[in-house]
């Protein structure tokens, strides 16, 4: 699930549009998930799409918490809150 999780958070617009500006160019890792519910048994049978929203509930330089949500044609399918750490890129 937290893989699942990954993969699609970093896809979604917007996602990270809140991160830490402080630490000039990041890139941010999923930390751990928790309170997750799951209102379905799988997500890779679902027809529609799926649609993701995060909100930023608190957060310092370098670590957001999130609560998000995943829902597919107006049914809950996943909720819970994600950590988030940023870290400087070295180019």
Known sequence: MAHW????????RGFFHQCPRQLGSTVGYLASVRNVSLHVARL????????????????????VLYEFSVWSAQQPLVS???????TRTHA
């Open 5 to 12: 999780w990954r993969q699609r958070a970093t896809r979604q």
């Open 44 to 63: 890779d049978d679902l027809e529609a799409d799926l649609i993701a929203a995060a909100e930023r509930v608190t957060g310092d330089g370098r670590t």
């Open 80 to 86: 819970g809150r994600a950590s988030v750490v940023f």
